[in-house]
């Protein structure tokens, strides 16, 4: 593994020369996605400014330009009219001011009247490397890009440590206010929320306190990415609590939950109507994001980081890594969440095939299952050995993913099996597979399991029990490799 010096990992873009041949030699590795979006060079990381304005999605990245590493990080745009095409549009934030000198941490987006708002940390450090959050705000200009205000709109409360950041705006209509959501730590270190309001979206943000949740009071050292949204009269609360060892989750100390409940803004209460959940029981997932504008009261739209903080994957070799999920419609039925891909994802279906031995690079399965004990492996050698495997044991209910049989083996300190507790028996898989990762949707999206994945030549076999039969769509590509900055 690459070692990075603080001055390499902090080096700012001068011009996109500098990254040009790196970009043409990562966009010719064998693991680039077809319909994922992925880092145009480097390490892309969170979505960030996700919303729908005036008909087009606008989703931003965190990225890192010079490669697989955590360092100066920007916004990086991309745009699509449906949620599957994907477009470079180049730089959306750069760390180029005072505020914002160590990077343009994550944040969220709005569209109101007739302007897209945007809402971000500035990640400010001094020459003693000491940090200082700041939230700031840009407004999509003529030309494409955000531009920024001249000042952050608020700084960090000294009443808590320096983790303050990843501001999530949202409008609320009974109180006629914006509302932003800021994950934090306490100084004694717990993981909270704290909440500002404002009427204004630029101007007159006070704060208005820290987010109390009944239960949750030490849950994880830090809440990143908190994100809040009605469907169907339910509140949902998502975040991604880190330094905690959830049950389940191997040695991982990065989570993404949820909590479905009622959020009252008179008190700054969430209150759970049932125990937190896992977002996915994947091994790559974190940092989900809700668009802002879907304008629909029963569903949201979601897209989120397929990797982990702290954690490394094989293309750290070559130069680059992360990859965004598929954009899911999220769904609350009697307190069920539902999570599918966005029905858009059909229009990529080119040729079907019932029970194929060998797997195209790019496809959609659905597996259906007619009760019992079940295996599928997909990507097996072939002789059959290897690959990964799903395993369904029908008496406890439970889905075991497993991907040491993999030739290419990565954070084997962290977790390479998984347990996913189902609600009810297996009846139906959608498998999502592309050149580095795949996604589960469980029957009909009542469970979901995202992993990276990174099949070598000799690893495309598809093999399962009698009790499943799978039909196999060979998926056209939907992203491209365009050098954009
Ligand atoms: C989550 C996170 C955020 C932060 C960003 C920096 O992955 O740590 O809290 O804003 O990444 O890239």
Redesign the pocket.
């Known amino acids: 593994m690459k070692q990075w010096t603080r001055d390499e990992r902090y080096r700012v873009l001068k011009s996109p020369e500098e990254i040009r041949e790196l970009h043409s030699r990562i966009s010719a590795s064998g693991f680039r996605q077809f319909y994922h979006v992925q880092p145009v060079t480097g390490l892309s ?2 979505p960030n400014g996700f919303a729908l304005y005036e008909g087009v999605w606008h989703l931003f990245y ?1 990225w890192c330009p010079w490669g697989a590493v ?1 360092g100066l ?1 920007y916004w990086y745009h991309v745009s699509s009219e449906d949620l599957v095409v994907w477009k470079n549009e180049g730089i959306g934030l750069a760390p180029d001011r005072d505020y914002d000198n160590k ?1 343009t ?3 969220s987006a709005i569209s109101a009247g007739d302007d897209l708002y945007f809402f971000y ?1 500035g ?1 400010h450090r001094d020459e003693n490397w000491v940090r200082t959050p700041y939230t700031c705000a840009a407004v999509l200009g003529e030309d494409g890009r955000p531009e920024k205000l001249p000042e952050p709109l608020f700084g960090p409360r000294p009443d808590y440590s320096e ?1 303050q ?2 501001p999530k705006i949202v409008w609320n209509e009974e109180k006629k206010k914006y509302y932003i959501f800021i ?1 934090a730590q306490t100084l004694d270190l717990r993981g909270t929320v704290l909440i500002y309001e404002s009427e204004n979206l630029l101007s007159g943000w006070k704060f208005s306190g820290q987010l109390k949740v009944p239960g949750y009071e030490e849950f994880g050292g ?1 809440w ?2 908190p994100c809040i949204q009605r469907i169907s009269g339910k509140d949902i609360l998502i975040f ?1 609590p880190q330094y905690t060892k959830l049950p389940g989750r191997g040695e991982s100390t990065n989570h993404n939950v949820y909590l479905i409940g009622q959020m009252d803004y008179d008190t700054l209460t969430f209150t759970p109507e049932a125990p937190y959940q896992y977002l996915d029981y994947g091994f790559d997932f ?2 989900a994001q809700l668009a802002a504008n879907v304008e629909d009261p029963d569903r949201a739209v979601m897209i989120t ?1 397929i990797g982990l ?1 702290d954690n490394h994957y094989p293309t750290e070799e070559e130069d680059w890594e992360g990859s965004m999920t598929l954009a899911r419609e999220l769904r609350i039925q009697d307190g069920v969440l539902y999570q599918n891909p966005v029905r858009a994802v059909e229009k990529l279906r080119d040729g079907m095939e019932k029970d194929p031995k060998v797997l195209p690079a790019a496809c959609e399965l659905e597996v259906l299952c007619s009760g019992g004990d079940a295996d599928l492996t997909l990507f097996a050698r072939k002789d059959g050995s290897g690959g990964f495997r799903i395993h369904y044991d029908a008496e406890r209910n439970l889905c075991t993913v497993d991907r040491t049989g993999m030739n290419l083996r990565f954070n084997q300190n962290v977790f390479e099996v998984l347990d996913m507790p189902l609600k009810t028996p297996l009846k139906k898989l959608r498998i999502f597979i592309d050149r580095s990762s795949a996604e589960l949707f469980v029957n009909d999206g009542e469970e979901t399991f995202t992993s990276h994945i990174y099949p070598q030549e000799d690893e495309h076999g598809l093999i399962h029990t009698d009790n499943l039969s799978v039909t196999v769509w060979k998926l056209k590509a939907s992203v491209r490799d365009d050098f954009v900055i």
């Open positions: 990381s969170d965190q955590h990080k990077g941490h994550s944040g940390t990640n983790h950041r990843d994950g830090m990143e990415c991604s974190y940092a980081w903080p």
